[in-house]
Structures are given as structure tokens and as C-alpha cells.
């Protein structure tokens, strides 16, 4: 059957069978494929979107029910392509994670915790993310993570509606200026003697 | 070969890890996210029976059902393809990827469907009719050990895989002049690392090309020879794809029956063919367990507590079919005595089949069930004599002076620093504070209890135990390589030759690299090429990446460095050792002279009448890294195992209800020990994640079977895994003692945490229902058996007492 949802501030449509989980369908129909299939009954967390901003289980929802609700995927939290956003960027500034594939839900429900509670306490962020199963962490620098995201959010000055679109208040993401060698890369110009420099 | 010229600029740096960047994004590229025109799926059907003969296969029906292209059986596949791979010498124990005549384990895979969707292939296989006939089976291991039980092989004779005896040093002797003995049982439940996404593979055949692509979520040491074998094909024609990143695997991720049956069907169908488990397939049938051991131990002892000699019987089930499984019994040959001076060893290493699913490699290859064992004795002496169990284990420590520390079975320990990790951990933690919190929770009507492990964590991985434990077997190198190209722009490529499942092997390469040559390893882009462009490798297995992906990185980096070098001496006219190389420029002091790194690059790249003779043009450089101090076959049952050894303590404090029986961890301090960490991030959650891994081992994951063969555990309301609420934050107290054999002195830590924490849990566990005068022998502990143990020794003391 066919079906429109807003998929990340988008209106999608496609026809699919009744029976297609959310998941699938996002993954198949749309090729949203940031979102994972872990345990497929629920459990695991690694599926989750947000649902009018929730942290909801991809696998355990029609694609048919979806219809009328915001849905937001992994791929709606970048504000711009290879820009991160503060949460993101949190859990590449504590290594938050290693394999990946529990990442996605997991900067997800991290990011409706932040919408929701702007101090979280530890307590506060076990519990937010108790429904996310990670295998590599133990999740420990995940919650660094999160501690980090949560302090960065509230020294920014933005209001809390435009934080999401919020790039990277701090350092670089990437590179910094600390290599020895500063420099050392820039681009030679073949066919001139000496690279062109004198 | 350790180089203190100049301090380390990137190594041991707290950098980012570079591979997050795509994860976080949600931009990671998993075998479920690789698109392929055309693409079929395939869904299996599992037998419901533990062992029963195939009398028939219908699969009419299915054929017939929308979208159903296909119905592979296993005497089709059995004639298309070889046996997988066993890695003793036991012909008769045949294993093929779908069930041949007979099926050998509740949940094993009868036949595969290949449908447009995979809704359609599961619709499909709900259709296909199989006639079984049950059969006897067996499912304990102690039942299977005796040679009157039903063989799950029967062509094999019995189900005993492997049955050795090594004795190292003078056990008889020691035992007899040893005032003390005692002897126990542990048991260690089976369960597995259960990465968050299965396993899934993607094959692909293009006839005109003679080419078979595959893309996988694969983690294994010769993944595309096995391919290659059992396909009957050249191995030039199997080209995996490298590139995919994998979601998890800590050992496990091996699916090469997986990948014979979707390569076999891209032949036969020439489509794309896929195959991704769902939860179920992988947990019943993915043949991922780990190990499921019973150890049998008895130690010699005097009165100071000095641990002299030591028996162990290890008694393994590997499930239904060989693999590999047999050989975790031989990895931990190479720390058997831990982290202790035990004089002499004698060590049963028993492997048996039953009617369980097949047992594959999981993190520590053996190691972890091992230490638990170990750990046991040495409280249990302790508890013997009275002595604290710290000050046991300090008396018995192999002292930081001792090293190279050759061990009876023929492995030499490579450095170490024991006593001063334990002070370090004891200071951190105030351990007399400890005591004191543990027996104020205990007067408060709770159960309280300290635990401690102190274990090794061997590192570097070869495959010694394979020649130990199989005499046909010669292997003697277990490599890794690297290259490196600059390329005419000057910019610097290096190549890795596996796939990862989250141990940051990009940033690590990255990281060496670029403290060789001196440049930012920001600017260093790090690529995987696929099998047929790869060097010679043996994936991340055996904690080796930093030893050996990190040394071949260096070793090519020095050899690019002195090419160089050697290039600049040429310019300058003098001689190599003149030359001053300084972040990536060239100079030669007690003149102006000096060359650029684009000068560099521009003479390799487009000045061959400026070389010096005999210089190939360009600036690339390949290392193949030999396993440090692996150089010959075992002798008399000894074999130097893996080179490097990484040291964890660990110190614990678990509290619970005594009625309700479910563990907090209150406290959780390691020690931990891995010579120079090369990137901290990544050796942190290294050890966390398998801290965690360990409580679950300990306290939750079993995949438990019942008396009729059928697994219970099937799905993740059963087989629980520790989230948030159950892992405590844990305070990691760090030491360095830099290996000897390494190029910056590290050591593995892809195990650590998980090699210690399963004997630290029960330590504490045991330690806090001490005063009931009960303790658990086996893992996991769960909740209701704690509840219920302590329930019936009240029971038992008041029934006593009236």
C-alpha cells in the first residue's frame, strides 16, 4: 500500500506491504540505511529513530503506522554534509563507540535526552540510554560522551531550538595544527624543477 | 628494536580515532548497506530436532510461492563444494554448510531458500516439508567423554575431538613434596561476544571475468583461501572486499558456511545472492558460541601459600562439528601458570562433540574460561591457609627482575611489573577502606563481597597451538603487512589488508606512520584494498593489531624514511648517515643544503637521472612483519605462544540483597598493563567493553540447553546482555612496562578487561555468601541461583539448629 511519511523535515512515499517494518522500509525504500537491524524484536536499541522526537523502535513499528509523525534518522542529525552536530561530534571527542553499528540509535537517544534535560545527572543518562545495547564500550566513554555533549550545549549561546543546527562550537573536528612536519604536505607541482620552489 | 631517538609525538597522544567521524553519521558501510543490481536473498530453514536422519526434502511448495527462485538442499552444496576446514586432523568429523543426510544440532541449517525479498525466502522456507527420523544425541560433556555415548560423528568412532595430556616440569615430584593440596571443579557456561549486528555476507559471480566479489561481516585469518577451497576454485578468482565495516565481532565473526552457501548460489543463479542472519539464525545456528568448559583442578602447595605445582583438566564441548573450537584449549597453554611462578603443569586438554551448535573463536581464544580457573585456585588457597588473597598473590608473582620469564610449557613472558600494578591498584582504591565498606554492608544485613583477579592478557597472536596440538600442521608465521605510497603529489597512502569491527585499525596506522616520517596522520588517508591487491595478512584476531599491524606500519615507514634519506645523501653528496631527516625535510648540517618533503617527492616521482643507481622511481614501500619471537615448531609439547603478555588486576566490591540475589557493582578498579598504549582512546574502551563483556559472562549470557538438545536461550529476553544499569563505571588505574619485543614496547589489549573480569565477578560473589558457607562453581551466577542458594543454606541452618 502506499504510504507518504516526513522523514527527516521530508515528505517520502512509497508502496509497500503492509507487513514492512518502519526499519525496512527506511532502509529499503528510502535508503536510509544509518539505521540497524540488531535484534529485530525489540530489545537491542539499535533501530531506534526519533518519533515526533521520542526514541522509538524502528523494528517493532509498521511503516503503514508511521504515517502523520515526525521521524528523524540518524542521517536528519548532521546539520550539513561532513559537518557534525555537538552530540555527534561528543562521541568522536571520547571515542563513544568502536564497531559503529550500535551508534546511530545511540546518538539519537542521547540527543532527545539533551532536548529533554539540560544537566542530565549519570543516573539520568544510564537510564535514557539503558535501552541501547552496546557490545563494544561498556559503555562508559558513552557516557562521558554524553556528560561532554550536555556541558557544550549549555555554554552555547544559541537558544535551545536552533542547537541542533548547531556546527561545532569548539576545536576542529579533524586535523589540528600538531604535526611536526606543519606543512610538509602541501602540494607539489609536477613538472617543475624542485616542485616549483626555488 | 625500541627507538628513544625523539619523543613520541603521536603515539600515546590522546587523538581522535578517525574511523568515528563515518560512525557517528550514521555513514558507516556494513554488508547490509552494500547495494548490488539484481540482488536475491536467502532465508534457511532450521531442523527442530538435536539429531535426526533426513528421510526427505519437499520443497515443491515453497517453489511455487511469489518471489522463490530457489531451494538449495545440503546433498546439493555437498557435491558443489568441499567440507569446511577442521582444524585437527579429523577427517571423519565433515562439515558442510547446510545438513548432509542428517542433521546434528537443534537449529542447524537444512536448507536455504533464495528469494526476491527476504519476507518472500522466509515465506518460502515455512513451505518446505522435511521427513527427519530422531536419532540419539548427547548433550552433556561428561556423557560425551564416555565412549559409550552415541557419536555425533558416527564415521569418527567417538566424540572426542582431542585428548592430550602435556606434562612440563616434575608434577609427580612437586606434588609429593607439597604439604598442601587441593583440588575443585569450575565450570564455564557457554555463551559468546553476540555482536549487535549478525553476520551477513554478499557474494557476487561474473562468468566472462572468472571473478567471485565478496562482501562480508567477516573476521577471520585466511577467510578468502577457505573460500577458495571449499569452492574448488583459484584463489586468484575470490576477491573480497575489505572495505566493509564490520559490526562487532570479538572473534566471532567466521561465517564461512554462510558464505559458501550465498557464493555457491551466485554461481548457480548468476544474481547477486545475500544472506544476512536474523537474531535467531545467529544465535542458534550462526555456530558462534564460545567455550563451554569444564576444568577439573588440583594444586600443590605449602603452608606460606606458595603455589608449587598445578593439575588441570579442561574438558570442552565444542558442539557438533570441530572448527577451530578445539584449539582454544591450546591458546592458554602459552600463560597457563598466569601471572605465577608455578613450577610444573600437567594439562588434559579435552575437546568432545555433542548435539549443540558449533563452537567458534571467541575473544581470548580460551584464555578467559582458563584464568577463571586459575583465579579459583589461588583464592581457594588462600582461603585455605587464612591469607589474604592479595598477599597470595604477591607471593606467588613472577617478580619485574625475572623477566624474560620462561614458563614450563615453553612460552617466555616478555616484561612485567606485577607487584607494582597491585600497589598501584591498592593505593588508588585504599583496599583497607574497601574491607571496611564491604563488613559495614555486611553488618547491615547484606551480602558484600570483594573480588580480585590478577591475570595475563597474551598478545601478538600467532597460530603455535595449531602445529602443538595437530603434527601435520607447519605453520610457524602468522604476518601482517603494510604499505605505503607518497604519491606524486606528495600526499601519503597506506594500505591495511582486513576488514575491522571497531578496534580503529585506520587510526592506528595512521598514528605509526605518521610518527615515523614525522607528519600530521591527519593527512594520511588509510585504505583497505580488497583480497587480491592485499599483502599477505592474518586479520585481527589474538590482540596483534598494535604488535603487528602497528609493526609492519613502522617497519614500512622506516624503510620509506631511509629511502629518503638515501635520495638526499645523493643530492648532497655525502654519505646517509650525514643526513638529518626532520619533519619530512632533509638536511645536512655544516651546510645550508636541505631538501623539502615536496622535493622529495617531486625527485622519486620525475627525476630519474637525479637517483642514486639502482633506486626504483617513486616513493613506495611494502613491510611483511613476521610475529616476534615466533621462529620454530613445538618441541616435546612446548612452544613459545603468543610474544607479548599484557597484565590486569582487578578489584571489585559487589553488594546484593541476600533474599532478592541480584549483584551491583558497588566498585570496580583495574589495573591494567599493555606496554606503550599507542592511542588511549581506543585501549580504554578496549578495556571497558570487555569488563562488560565479562559481567555478562559472568552474571547473564548462557546459551543454556535443555535435557531434550533444544537451546532455551533464543532471543535477547533470554540471553541477557549487560546494558548501562549493569555495568558500573570503572576507574582504570594505568602502568607501563614496555615490551621488549615490540617497536614502541606495546602490547595487546584487544581482551583486556574480559580476560580477568568473569574471576573477579565470582571472587566477589563467593566472598559475599562466604558467611553462608556456600559458593558458586559455575558461570554464569544468576540472580535465582544466588537467591535460591542462599535461601536453601538458611533453610538447611535452621533445620540444623531446631
Same mark, same amino acid.
Given at each position: 500500500m502506499k504510504i507518504s511519511l516526513k522523514v527527516n523535515g521530508q515528505l517520502r512515499e512509497a508502496d509497500v506491504e503492509?507487513?514492512?517494518?518502519l526499519l525496512d522500509t527506511l532502509r529499503?525504500?528510502?535508503?536510509?540505511?544509518?539505521s540497524h537491524a540488531g535484534?529485530?524484536?525489540?530489545?537491542?536499541?539499535?533501530c531506534t529513530v526519533l518519533i515526533d522526537g521520542e526514541p522509538s523502535r524502528s523494528c517493532l513499528m509498521f511503516a503503514v503506522q508511521a504515517d502523520g509523525y515526525e521521524i528523524t534518522t540518524i542521517?536528519?542529525? %548532521?546539520?550539513? !554534509? &561532513?559537518e557534525l552536530s555537538v552530540v555527534q561530534d561528543a562521541f568522536c571527542e571520547t571515542h563513544? $563507540?568502536?564497531?559503529?553499528?550500535c551508534t546511530p540509535g545511540m546518538v539519537l537517544t542521547a540527543h532527545a535526552l539533551l532536548e529533554h534535560n539540560d544537566a542530565p545527572s549519570r543516573d539520568d543518562i544510564v537510564e535514557a540510554i539503558s535501552g541501547n545495547i552496546c557490545r563494544?564500550?561498556?559503555?562508559g566513554q558513552i557516557v562521558e560522551a554524553v556528560e561532554f555533549a550536555a556541558d557544550r550545549l549549555r555554554k552555547t549561546n544559541l537558544p535551545r531550538h536552533a542547537r541542533s543546527d %548547531?556546527?561545532? !562550537? &569548539?576545536?576542529?573536528?579533524f586535523g589540528g595544527n600538531?604535526?611536526?612536519?606543519?606543512?610538509? $604536505?602541501?602540494a607539489v607541482q609536477p613538472d617543475t624543477p624542485r616542485g616549483g620552489r626555488a | 628494536m625500541s627507538e628513544a631517538e625523539i619523543p613520541l609525538k603521536f603515539v600515546s597522544s590522546n587523538r581522535r580515532v578517525r574511523e568515528d567521524r563515518r560512525f557517528v553519521a550514521g555513514q558507516g558501510h556494513y554488508v547490509a548497506d552494500v547495494a548490488l543490481e539484481g540482488l536475491l536473498h536467502v532465508a534457511v530453514l532450521p531442523s527442530q530436532h538435536p539429531a535426526a536422519r533426513i528421510v526427505s526434502i519437499d520443497a515443491s511448495e515453497a517453489l511455487r510461492m511469489p518471489g522463490v527462485h530457489y531451494v538449495l538442499t545440503g546433498e546439493e552444496l555437498a557435491k558443489a563444494a568441499e567440507p569446511l576446514m577442521n582444524g585437527?586432523?579429523?577427517?571423519?568429523?565433515k562439515r558442510y554448510p547446510l545438513a548432509v543426510g542428517?542433521?546434528?544440532?537443534?537449529?542447524?541449517?537444512?536448507v536455504a531458500v533464495v528469494a526476491e525479498s527476504r519476507a518472500q525466502a522466509e515465506d518460502g522456507a515455512e513451505k518446505v516439508r522435511v521427513v527427519y527420523e530422531p536419532l540419539p544425541y548427547v548433550i552433556d560433556s561428561e556423557e560425551a567423554l564416555d565412549l559409550s555415548s552415541t557419536p555425533v560423528h558416527p564415521a569418527h568412532g567417538s566424540n572426542v575431538l582431542l585428548d592430550r595430556t602435556f606434562v612440563w616440569g616434575e608434577v609427580d615430584k612437586h606434588f609429593a613434596e607439597s604439604p598442601r593440596h587441593l583440588s575443585f571443579r569450575v565450570t564455564w557456561g557457554r555463551n559468546s561476544t553476540v555482536p549487535i549486528e549478525t553476520f551477513g555476507v554478499a557474494a557476487k559471480w561474473d562468468p566472462w571475468r572468472e571473478i567471485l566479489d565478496v562482501w562480508a561481516s567477516i573476521q577471520m585469518p585466511k577467510y578468502s583461501d577457505q573460500i577458495a577451497r571449499a569452492l574448488r576454485i583459484?584463489?586468484?578468482n575470490v576477491r573480497v572486499h575489505q572495505d566493509v565495516d564490520v559490526?562487532?565481532?570479538?572473534?566471532?565473526?567466521?561465517?564461512i558456511k554462510q558464505t559458501v552457501i550465498v557464493s555457491h548460489l551466485a554461481r548457480r543463479l548468476g544474481r547477486p545472492v545475500r544472506l544476512i542472519e536474523d537474531r535467531l539464525d545467529n544465535m542458534r545456528a550462526g555456530d558462534a558460541h564460545g567455550p563451554d568448559r569444564i576444568f577439573d583442578v588440583e594444586v600443590a602447595f605449602d603452608n606460606d601459600g606458595i603455589v608449587k605445582s598445578m593439575k588441570m583438566r579442561a574438558l570442552d564441548n565444542a558442539g557438533a562439528y570441530a572448527g577451530r573450537a578445539p584449539f582454544q584449549l591450546g591458546k592458554p597453554i602459552g600463560a597457563?601458570?598466569?601471572?605465577?611462578?608455578?613450577?610444573s603443569v600437567k594439562y588434559r586438554a579435552i575437546s568432545v562433540t555433542s548435539n549443540k551448535a558449533a563452537q567458534e573463536a571467541v575473544r581470548g581464544f580460551g584464555q578467559a574460561p582458563t584464568n577463571y580457573a586459575i583465579e579459583t585456585a589461588i583464592d581457594k588457597v588462600a582461603a585455605a591457609l587464612g591469607l589474604d588473597r592479595i598477599e597470595i598473590r604477591k607471593r606467588n608473582f613472577i617478580r619485574s627482575?625475572?623477566?624474560?620469564y620462561l614458563i614450563p610449557s615453553g612460552t617466555r613472558y616478555d616484561s612485567g611489573d606485577y607487584h607494582t600494578v597491585v600497589a598501584k591498584v591498592l593505593a588508588h582504591a585504599d583496599y583497607e577502606g574497601l574491607k571496611r565498606e564491604r563488613d559495614e554492608l555486611r553488618a547491615q544485613g547484606l551480602c558484600a563481597g570483594i573480588g580480585i583477579a590478577a591475570c595475563l592478557?597474551?598478545?601478538?597472536?600467532?597460530?603455535?597451538f595449531e602445529p602443538l596440538l595437530n603434527d601435520a600442521n607447519k605453520t610457524t608465521t602468522w604476518m601482517e603487512s603494510c604499505r605505503i605510497n607518497v604519491d606524486g603529489l606528495g600526499f601519503v597512502t597506506v594500505t591495511i589488508h582486513t576488514t575491522s569491527s571497531g578496534q580503529g585499525h585506520e587510526t592506528l596506522a595512521a598514528t605509526v606512520v605518521g610518527e615515523v616520517l614525522e607528519?600530521?596522520?591527519?593527512q594520511i588517508r588509510v585504505v583497505r584494498p580488497d583480497s587480491l591487491n592485499s599483502l599477505p595478512g592474518n586479520s585481527?584476531?589474538?590482540?596483534r593489531m598494535a604488535i603487528m599491524l602497528g609493526g609492519a606500519a613502522f617497519h614500512a615507514a622506516k624503510k620509506l624514511k631511509a629511502k629518503i634519506v638515501r635520495l638526499a645523501a645523493h643530492q648532497f653528496g655525502c654519505?646517509?648517515?650525514?643526513i638529518v631527516y626532520q619533519g619530512g625535510a632533509t638536511s645536512y648540517p655544516g651546510s645550508s643544503r636541505k631538501l623539502t618533503w615536496a622535493e622529495h617527492v617531486n625527485i622519486a616521482h620525475r627525476?630519474?637521472?637525479?637517483?642514486?643507481?639502482g633506486m626504483e622511481p617513486g616513493l613506495e614501500v611494502t613491510h611483511v612483519l613476521q610475529v616476534p619471537t615466533a621462529n620454530k615448531l613445538p618441541e616435546n609439547g612446548r612452544v613459545q605462544m603468543y610474544p607479548c603478555h599484557s597484565f590486569e588486576f582487578h578489584l571489585v566490591l559487589v553488594v546484593f540483597d541476600p533474599e532478592i540475589?541480584?549483584?551491583?557493582?558497588r566498585r570496580y578498579v583495574i589495573g591494567h598493563d599493555?606496554?606503550?598504549?599507542?592511542?588511549p582512546h581506543i585501549v580504554k574502551g578496549m578495556t571497558l567493553g570487555g569488563i562488560a563483556h565479562g559481567i555478562g559472562a559472568s552474571l547473564l549470557e548462557e546459551f543454556v540447553y535443555d535435557s531434550e538438545g533444544?537451546?532455551?536461550?533464543?532471543?535477547f529476553m533470554d540471553y541477557l546482555l549487560p546494558s548501562s544499569h549493569e555495568v558500573p563505571h570503572v576507574e582504570i588505574v594505568h602502568h607501563c612496562t614496555p615490551s621488549p619485543f615490540t617497536v614502541f614496547g606495546q602490547k595487546g589489549s584487544g581482551e583486556s578487561g574480559y580476560l580477568g573480569s568473569p574471576a573477579a565477578i565470582s571472587g566477589a560473589i563467593n566472598d559475599a555468601v562466604s558467611p553462608y558457607g556456600i559458593s558458586f562453581?559455575?558461570?554464569?551466577?544468576?540472580i535465582a541461583a544466588i537467591s535460591d542458594a542462599i535461601a536453601a543454606a538458611k533453610a538447611t541452618k535452621e533445620k540444623v539448629q531446631s
Open positions: 503492509p507487513r514492512k517494518t529499503e525504500d528510502f535508503l536510509l540505511v544509518g535484534c529485530e524484536h525489540g530489545v537491542c536499541g539499535a542521517e536528519g542529525l %548532521a546539520p550539513a !554534509p &561532513g563513544g $563507540l568502536q564497531c559503529g553499528y563494544c564500550t561498556g559503555y %548547531a556546527n561545532n !562550537p &569548539g576545536k576542529p573536528p600538531d604535526a611536526l612536519g606543519h606543512g610538509v $604536505l602541501t | 585437527l586432523n579429523t577427517p571423519h568429523v542428517q542433521v546434528r544440532y537443534a537449529g542447524e541449517w537444512v583459484p584463489l586468484n559490526g562487532g565481532s570479538y572473534g566471532v565473526k567466521r561465517g597457563i601458570v598466569g601471572p605465577y611462578k608455578i613450577q627482575e625475572e623477566f624474560p592478557e597474551p598478545s601478538g597472536g600467532n597460530s603455535s607528519i600530521d596522520p591527519d585481527p584476531v589474538g590482540s654519505v646517509e648517515s650525514d627525476n630519474f637521472h637525479l637517483l642514486p643507481d540475589g541480584k549483584p551491583k557493582i599493555c606496554g606503550t598504549v599507542i592511542n533444544q537451546m532455551l536461550t533464543q532471543s562453581a559455575k558461570l554464569p551466577i544468576r
